[in-house]
């Protein structure tokens, strides 16, 4: 009996009972069949819950880019891998077989050595949605370079960060990227970063875009140029099953990103046992998810598991309303699409638009439907399964995190009734528990709690780059002994799970993961702000938009507010990205703080909402009157 498909509910609760009551055997049997290793593991799993401290598969040898591309060359060569599907739909589509993909990825690994990078070094990844990025990606992977991905849409001074947070010895960018009607000066953003990068030995350029670059003499270099004189073929290094894979940065509640590190055997193991089962992925379908490689969703089902299963994936360069709302639909049409993974924020903005966008193509090769990034709500979760769907293709929505490498919460397609706002049962394998305020897990079924798993998992982030200790702070300590997401979670009479929301202060806008310390800190720079603090609000599109509450130096209090808010935003928009603008600014002559200086968020939080009804306990604040005049500014 394998472990590597569940294929109906029955199996589903075998399964899950035996990953609970014998989780090694479980997953000692699904990493022995499914993969090709240069050496088996001595143990399965070790761990410190205490001190989040985990390993799995101990000792084994592996390296994840020959399970990826090398063992599917004698059955799969001609197969394609990728299908890339360019921003404008007239630029023609590319079909890169698993051969050409081992050869792209042979040469760029030859290249990355060639110039002198080794094992362990961090690489960051700073490219638009074109084949180059998944090729150097798996080009790191394939050397033993840990790739650091950053999202083509953050600003010079986030990418700055990110690359001095690990010293980053080498950035692979592009002239530019197109996006929708517009095109990006990646280069030009990359200078700027690189002013206070000082770790950053080299940096190589893929020409996208022809805009005209600067080339600094003995720093860049041109790719393509080296990638003409490499040699197609690669041995692939030997990395032990911990080695680092990538760093993946994420928000947090404090200023500073963290760069998540996700290692080899445990996360290839995850992101292909999930992609598998949530997809239910069968040979020549076509697999097609939206999310841009820069954030977890990327790594995971763009590249990773969809590789590793032999699949075809689609690397979707544009957005979903260029160049109209039909694009998606067009797309899937075009390629016969069999599975499609996007986001409830892209769900609800094409939900606005005239159905006809929808109903104009083909979309009877889709299978599975599914979502990811933040809550689905009920309307949209309809839309998706009644226009996009057509009420047969199962609608998975997938919840889980950049920590947790893969999907952790969901529905199997085909096997798990779906209900419409449910991630339903966890997957085999995923102990999850729901804990109490007192830090007690709870038992009973139709309760709320603070989502917890409780068992490591083979996917799961080992740790925060350079700061151990924060991680451990973050993860394990809230509840002792066990991984806390942050997320808070409603489960129902039978066991099926709704996650609610974070329960810190991290908003998700759009599916992009905010924190607002690192947005107050950089509107506090500005001259004219005293002081801010940063709540999300429900916005039909977006989920949660920003609402910022912003105390004026005196300095300010003559300006213009409109002229201030702008400026504002565009210092928002210059040191975190345009995602991070706020919607809505509040200018206010004080903030509701405790007596320990704390500013009490969830009242800020229902202002901004509009809920003026209960704002609980507020006999802690230090200010009780400066709510009522928050709350009448706002009217
Ligand atoms: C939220 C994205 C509800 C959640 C893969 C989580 C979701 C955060 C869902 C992680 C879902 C993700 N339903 N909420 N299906 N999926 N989330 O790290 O709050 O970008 O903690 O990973 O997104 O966001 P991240």
New binding site residues.
Partial sequence: MSYYQVKNLEQYFKHYNKSIREPRKFWDKIADENFTWYQKWDKVVEFDMQEAEVKWFLNAKVNITKNCIDRHLAKRGEKTAIIFEPNDPKEEAQHITYNELYDRVAKMANVLRDQGIKKGDRVCIYLPMIPELAVSVLACARIGAIHSVVFAGFSASAVTARINDSDCKMVITSDGGFRGSKSIDLKVIIDEALEKSPSVEKVLVVKRTNASVNIKEGRDIWLQPLLDAAVPNNVAEIMDAEDPLFILY?SGSTGKPKGMLHTTAGYMVFSAYTFKNIFNYEENDVFWCTADIG???GHSYILYGPLLNGATTVIFEGIPSYPDFGRFWEVIDKHKVTQFYTAPTAIRSLAKENTDWVENHDLSTLKVIG??????NEEAWHWYNNHVGKKRCPVV???????TGGIMI?PLPFVTPTKPTY?TFPLPGVQAVLMDERRNEIEDNQVVGSLCIKFPWPGMARTIWGDHQRFKETYFTAFPGKYF???GALRDEVGYYR?T??VDD?V?VS???LGTAPIEDAINEHPAVAESAIVGFPHDIKGNALYGFIILKESGESRDRANLANEINQHVSSHIGPIAKLDKIQFVTGLPKTRSGKIMRRILRKIAEGDYSNFGDTSTLLNPEIVEEIKQGKL
Avoid: F, K, L, M
């Avoid at 979502?371 to 689905?376: L, M, Q, R, T």
């Fill in positions: 994420t954030w977890i969703t979502s990811v990034g933040e809550p689905i929505d997938t919840w889980w995190q950049t920590e969901s991630a997401t942050g997320d996650i929301g974070r991290v998700i599916g992009h993961n």
